[in-house]
């Protein structure tokens, strides 16, 4: 019976992650595909006067231009830090709905941002806070920004209750 209920437990934990992250995915790809069906590449469109504008990037580097242009190699780097994210927080996401929410976020985006490596050899990026943020980014690369910091968040504050 106890063994049963530890494999309830898991089995829920491990679907809020698939749950997350298949949400985060689904939701980075269509708006990815709403700017390749409604943009040229390079062209914007202001959203928010003085703030934001929507312009369709072709981004063929990594996160924040930075690591190359290979692929291969940013395809594999996103692996392993999923995998190193996942060894360091797999404790704490089975005792943390939020801790799971997060790593979902993350993996969603990280996955969002493979596919389209694969599909097209570069990631669609069209937010673009031109007035605050040197960088145009999308929606996986924000969900994997709010899951690291909410996992980040997390272990600050179960470290300062122990």
């Given at each position: 019976?106890?063994?049963?209920?530890?494999?309830?437990?898991?089995?829920?934990?491990t679907?809020?992650?698939?749950?997350?992250?298949?949400?985060?995915?689904?939701?980075d790809?269509?708006?990815k595909?709403?700017?390749?069906?409604?943009?040229l590449?390079?062209?914007s469109?202001?959203?928010?006067?003085h703030?934001l504008?929507?312009?369709?990037?072709r981004?063929?580097?990594?996160?924040?231009?930075?690591?190359?242009?290979?692929a291969?190699?940013?395809i594999?780097?996103?692996?392993?830090?999923?995998?190193?994210f996942?060894f360091?927080?797999?404790d704490?996401?089975?005792?943390?709905?939020?801790?799971r929410?997060?790593f979902?976020?993350?993996?969603?985006?990280?996955?969002?941002?493979i596919?389209?490596?694969l599909h097209y050899?570069?990631?669609?990026d069209?937010v673009?806070?031109?007035?605050?943020w040197p960088n145009?980014f999308?929606?996986?690369d924000?969900c994997?920004?709010?899951?690291?910091?909410?996992?980040?968040?997390?272990s600050l504050?179960?470290?300062?209750?122990?």
């Open positions: 019976m106890f063994r049963n209920r530890n494999f309830n437990v898991s089995l829920v934990n679907l809020t992650i698939a749950a997350v992250a298949i949400g985060v995915l689904w939701l790809q269509y708006t595909h709403l700017v390749v069906t409604s943009f590449p390079g062209e469109r202001m959203v928010i006067p703030l504008k929507w312009t369709y990037e981004n063929f580097h990594g996160a924040f231009g930075m690591f190359g242009s290979s291969v190699l940013l594999g780097m996103a692996i392993v830090v999923l995998v190193l996942w360091s927080f797999r704490a996401a089975s005792r943390s709905r939020l801790v929410v997060a979902g976020a993350i993996v969603g985006g990280a996955i969002g941002n596919v389209d490596r050899g570069y990631v669609i069209f673009d806070f031109y007035r605050i145009i999308n929606v996986a924000s994997i920004t709010v899951g690291v910091a909410l996992l980040l968040l997390s504050a179960s470290r300062r209750h122990h």
